[in-house]
C-alpha cells in the first residue's frame, strides 16, 4: 500500500479493524489524527533514583520530587486513627518503599497489583519508622520489559492518556505506545509542514516532522524541549494570526464615529459629583477620549477591582456619545444591578435633560413595548438593560457607544449581537474579575486595555479571616455588637434550601434560626436566588436604607451591589467557593471609609491546612495541589485583597479553560500553551502574527496560504469565522 497520512488506521500494525473502531469513537480514523494523538507525560531515565540514591538525597536535605521504579510486594488498607490509609510496598534493586494515600482508597486499590513494575514521582519523605514513604504520588505502571529497556538504556518513555474506548478492545499503555512507535517510524516523514518557513528560521523552531517524531519518542530530553516549544509556537501564533485579522476588521475595515468631546460640559458635570475622580479613573477616561475623537472603532477592555469606580467612567463616555447627538447603551448581567444603575444614573443626570430608560425581561409587554418604541424613536438617550436589550425585535436608533458591564458574564456571540445593532459603535467592555496579561494578550488581544489600578483614596484594606463553625456564636456577638454602631453585615450561605446530601447551610434555614435567636435584637433580612428581581430588589433597597442590620444571602449579591455602610460579610462554607467568587464577594465591603471584615467560615481540618500554606504554593506536586485547592484559595484570600494576584493563582489552580469567559469565547481550547508560564512565547508569537497580517490581510502571500487554511479548519465554528479571508 501507498504511504499516506489518510491510510486508515485499521492498517496500522496491530490495530486492525476491531480496535480501528475503537478509536473512531474518539474521532481518529487516520494515521494522520493518530500522529497528533500526543503524549500527556514521560519519563526520563536520568531523573530516576534507587532507593539507596533517595535516601542520600534525604540526608543532604534535598526537598524536591524525585521519580522511582519499584515492584509491588503487597498492598494493604489500613486504619488510620478514625479513617483509613491504603498503603503500598515496592522493591527496587537496592531496597523498599511505601506509597501511601488517604482518599481514593476504593479507586487506588485497583491500581497496583502485586509482581507489577511502577514508576512512583512525588517528594519523598522518611516515615516515623525511619521508612521511605511517598505520599500520593503520581505512578505509571510499566511492564517488565520495559522497566528493564528503561533502566539500561535511558530512553524517555511517553506515556498517553487511554480514553475507555480504547481500553475496551485492550489498548492499554504498552499496546498504545507500539502503535505509535509504529506510525511515527512509518508515516511522520509524510508530514507537511505548517508554518512559513521564514519564522521556522528566524526563531529556529523544530520542523513539524521532527517535532512529532520527538513528542511521541524524545531522542533526547533537548529535542523534547524543542518539539513542545514549536507546538506552543504554533498554537498561539495561529491563535494570535486569527486574533490580529478580528482587531484589522475592527481598527481598519470598520467605520466608526469621531466624537467632539465637550470638555466644558464634562467639567461641570464632574464639578457636582460628590468626590473628586482618582489619578487612575483620570488616566482611563483620557484614553477613552482619545478612542472616541478619532475615526476608527473604540474596542476597550476597561479592568478596575471591585469598588474602584469604573461606573462612573462609564457614564461619563456614555455622556460624550449622547452630547454628540447619539445613544448610549449600557448593558448589565442582571435585573437587580440594571435597576441600581438606572435609579443612580437618573439621579446623577437629573438636572441634564438627558433621557434614561430601563428595559429588562418580563413585565408587562406593553410598558415594554413604550420603552422598545421609546428606544427605537430616540426620545431616550441613555439606555440601561439586561439580556433583553440582546432581543431581535430591539431596534435602537443610532448608537454611539455601547459598554458591556462585567463582561465575563457574557458570551462573545452575545455581545456582538448588540455591537451589531449600531454602525460599528464604540465598544467599552468592562470587569471587576481581573484578567491577567497573558489572557489580555491572547484571548481578548483584540482589545486595548484599560486598568484602574488605584481605588478611592478613603478606602481602608479589608481584614480577612478564616475561622472555623464553632466560632460562629463569637461572630455573631460581634455582628450584634457592631450592629450597635450601626454597621451592617451580609452572611452569605452557599445554597439556598437544605440539603440532605450535602453538610452545607443554607439561607433560609439559617435565617429563621438566627432571627429568633442570636439576632433577636436587630433587624434581618433574607435575599436569594429563588426570588424575582424585584423582589431581591426590594430587599436590596431596604437594606441599603438602613432597614435591615443584617442580610442573609446566597451568592446572589455577587454581582455589583453597591451598600456602602455594609462592612463586614461573613461567608459560610468557604471552602465550597471559587477564588474569584469569594473575591466578588468580598467586594461587596470596604466601600467606604471604615474599616471592613470578611470572614471566611469553614472546616477545622482546612483551617489546619491553610495554616501551614505560603501564599506561593510552586513548591507542591500537582496532587498535593489537588488535595490543598480549598485551602489554597482560603489562604490566599487572607493574605491579599489583590485581585490580580488572586486572579493569577486562581488561573494556576483551574488552568485557563473555565475562566472569564474563555469557554465561551469560540476559540478552540490551547492544548499546549501554558497562559502562565509562557508570557514571552506568547509575546512574540503576537507580535510575529500581528506583523504578518498587517503586511498581507488577506493571507494571500504563497507562504501564508498554509496558514489561511490552518485558520479555516480550527475557527470554523468561530462567530467570526466569516474573518478568515
Ligand atoms: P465598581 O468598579 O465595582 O463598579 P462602582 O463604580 O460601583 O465600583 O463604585 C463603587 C463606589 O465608589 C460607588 O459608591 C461610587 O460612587 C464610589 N466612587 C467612585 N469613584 C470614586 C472616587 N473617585 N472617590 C470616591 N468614591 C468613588
Ligand atoms: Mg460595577
Known amino acids: 500500500m501507498s504511504k499516506d497520512l489518510n491510510t486508515p488506521i485499521q492498517y496500522i500494525k496491530s490495530v486492525g479493524p476491531k480496535r480501528a473502531e475503537s478509536f473512531a469513537k474518539l474521532g481518529f480514523e487516520t494515521v494522520r489524527d493518530l500522529l497528533f494523538y500526543f503524549p500527556s507525560r514521560y519519563l526520563d531515565r536520568s531523573t530516576i533514583l534507587n532507593t539507596k540514591q533517595v535516601l542520600k538525597y534525604l540526608r543532604t536535605g534535598y526537598d524536591g520530587e524525585i521519580t522511582i521504579i519499584g515492584k509491588v510486594l503487597e498492598k494493604n488498607t489500613l486504619r488510620y486513627g478514625r479513617k483509613q490509609l491504603f498503603k503500598v510496598v515496592f522493591e527496587d534493586s537496592e531496597g523498599s518503599f511505601d506509597s501511601i494515600w488517604f482518599q481514593g482508597i476504593k479507586f487506588f486499590k485497583n491500581h497496583f497489583n502485586e509482581g507489577e513494575y511502577y514508576a512512583i514521582s512525588a517528594k519523598p519523605v522518611m516515615s516515623k519508622y525511619g521508612h521511605l514513604q511517598f505520599t500520593h504520588p503520581d505512578f505509571d505502571r510499566l511492564d517488565l520489559e520495559e522497566s528493564t529497556a528503561f533502566q539500561n538504556t535511558g530512553k524517555i518513555i511517553p506515556f498517553y492518556t487511554i480514553p475507555k474506548e480504547l481500553k475496551s478492545t485492550n489498548i492499554g499503555d504498552n499496546s498504545l505506545r507500539r502503535i505509535l512507535q509504529y506510525a511515527v517510524t512509518n508515516y511522520s516523514e509524510l508530514v507537511d509542514e505548517t508554518l512559513p518557513q521564514s519564522l521556522i528560521g528566524t526563531h529556529s523552531l523544530l520542523s513539524l516532522k521532527d517535532t512529532i517524531s520527538n513528542i511521541h519518542f524524545p531522542e533526547s530530553l533537548e529535542l523534547l524541549q524543542k518539539a513542545r516549544e514549536r507546538l506552543k509556537y504554533e498554537e498561539i501564533f495561529m491563535l494570535e494570526c486569527f486574533v490580529a485579522l478580528k482587531r484589522n476588521n475592527i481598527k481598519n475595515i470598520r ?11 464634562i467639567k461641570k458635570f464632574l464639578s457636582n459629583l460628590p468626590f473628586e475622580l482618582t489619578g487612575s479613573q483620570l488616566n482611563v ?56 444603575h438606572y435609579k443612580n444614573i437618573s439621579t446623577l443626570l437629573a438636572k441634564t435633560g438627558i433621557k434614561v430608560a430601563l428595559l429588562l425581561g418580563g413585565g408587562k409587554k406593553k410598558d415594554k413595548q413604550q420603552i422598545m418604541d421609546g428606544i427605537q424613536d430616540n426620545q431616550f438617550n441613555l439606555i440601561i438593560g439586561t439580556h433583553a436589550l440582546l432581543e431581535d425585535n430591539v431596534e435602537f436608533n443610532n448608537v454611539g457607544i455601547v459598554i458591556i458591564d462585567e463582561q465575563h458574564r457574557f458570551g462573545v456571540a452575545q455581545r456582538s449581537k448588540l455591537i451589531d445593532k449600531g454602525i460599528s459603535p464604540d465598544v467599552l467592555v468592562m470587569t471587576a474579575t481581573p484578567i ?51 454597621i451592617q453585615s451580609y452572611i452569605v450561605y452557599p445554597l439556598v434550601e437544605e440539603s440532605d446530601k450535602m453538610d452545607l447551610k443554607s439561607a433560609q434555614e439559617y435565617f429563621i434560626l438566627l432571627k429568633d435567636n442570636e439576632f433577636s435584637s436587630l433587624k434581618v433580612g433574607m435575599i436569594h436566588g429563588r426570588m424575582t428581581w424585584q423582589e431581591k430588589e426590594e430587599v436590596m433597597l431596604q437594606f441599603a436604607n438602613h432597614n435591615f442590620d443584617v442580610l442573609i444571602s446566597t451568592t446572589v449579591i455577587e454581582v455589583g451591589i453597591d451598600v456602602p455602610n455594609a462592612n463586614i460579610i461573613v461567608i459560610n462554607d468557604a471552602y465550597r467557593f471559587g477564588l474569584s467568587q469569594l473575591h466578588q464577594l468580598r467586594g461587596r465591603v470596604g466601600r467606604s471609609d471604615k474599616q471592613a471584615y470578611c470572614v471566611l467560615v469553614t472546616k477545622n481540618e482546612c483551617i489546619r491546612k491553610a495554616a501551614q500554606l505560603k501564599m506561593d504554593f510552586s513548591y507542591m506536586s500537582s496532587s498535593e495541589i489537588e488535595l490543598n485547592k480549598s485551602a489554597i484559595r482560603l489562604n490566599a484570600m487572607s493574605e491579599t485583597n489583590d485581585g490580580f494576584k488572586l486572579s493569577e493563582i486562581d488561573l494556576k489552580l483551574r488552568g485557563p479553560g ?9 476559540f478552540p481550547m490551547l492544548q499546549h500553551v501554558n497562559l502562565f508560564e ?11 502574527a500581528f506583523n504578518l497580517v498587517n503586511d498581507d490581510p488577506s493571507l494571500s502571500a504563497n507562504d501564508n496560504l498554509k496558514i489561511k487554511a490552518a485558520l479555516k479548519k480550527s475557527f470554523r465554528n468561530h462567530i467570526y469565522y466569516s474573518l478568515v479571508p
Open 285 to 340: 477616561l483620557s484614553e477613552i477620549k482619545k478612542d472616541m475623537n478619532d475615526g476608527t472603532p473604540m474596542n476597550r477592555l476597561l479592568q478596575g477591582d471591585v469598588g474602584s469606580g469604573k461606573t462612573i467612567v462609564a457614564l461619563i463616555s456614555m455622556l460624550i456619545a449622547i452630547h454628540n447627538g447619539y445613544q448610549a447603551v449600557l448593558l448589565v448581567p442582571t435585573e437587580i444591578l440594571a435597576d441600581q
Open 658 to 666: 473555565d475562566i472569564f469567559g474563555t469557554k465561551q469565547s469560540g
Open 436 to 486: 491577567p496579561r497573558t489572557l489580555t494578550m491572547t484571548v481578548y488581544g483584540d482589545l486595548d486595555v484599560s486598568v484602574i489600578s488605584e481605588k478611592p483614596k478613603n478606602r481602608k484594606a479589608i481584614k480577612t479571616v478564616i475561622r472555623s463553625d464553632e466560632k460562629l456564636p463569637e461572630i455573631y456577638k460581634y455582628i450584634v455588637d457592631k450592629a450597635r454602631e450601626r
Open 678 to 688: 509562557d508570557y514571552e512565547l506568547i509575546k512574540t508569537a503576537k507580535s510575529d
Open 255 to 265: 467605520k466608526g464615529y469621531s466624537f467632539k468631546i465637550d470638555s466644558e460640559k
